[in-house]
């Protein structure tokens, strides 16, 4: 019913910059907070940034001044530019949606958290 499909990752030097986005598809009425969280091998899942359907952000600490998070809520797509990479950068980055939708079975809109499924930001010279 509701899919979220991410792209832009991909491997860059130490200090480079990407720009990752992530579209939100299928029976949707609106969508609340979007965001962007990392995982790097071995570790938890961690929040990177996440910003409100009122352009509202809030950044993990260690990307503060570095990476910036936008949205186009007409394409119901979220975008994550970053820059001044580091290997500490290095992860799977996931997009993150609260989202409500019609249900594919009728009835009233249900509202539910999607995932998708991750892009692979490697960074090395």
């Known amino acids: 019913q509701v899919q979220l499909v991410e792209s832009g990752g991909g491997l860059v030097q130490p200090g480079g910059s990407l720009r990752l986005s992530c579209t939100a598809s299928?029976?949707?009425?609106?969508?609340?907070?979007m965001g962007w969280y990392r995982q790097a091998p071995e570790k938890e899942r961690e929040l990177v940034a996440t910003i409100s359907s009122a352009d509202s952000t809030h950044y993990a600490e260690g990307v503060k001044g570095r990476f910036t998070i936008s949205r186009d809520n007409a394409k119901n797509t979220v975008y994550l530019q970053m820059n001044s990479l580091s290997s500490e950068d290095a992860a799977v980055y996931y997009c993150?949606?609260?989202?409500?939708?019609?249900?594919?079975?009728?009835?009233?809109?249900?509202?539910?958290?999607?995932w998708g499924q991750g892009t692979q930001v490697t960074v090395s010279s």
């Open positions: 299928g029976s949707i009425l609106s969508v609340n907070e």
């Open positions: 993150r949606a609260d989202i409500w939708y019609k249900p594919a079975t009728g009835g009233l809109f249900n509202r539910d958290i999607y």
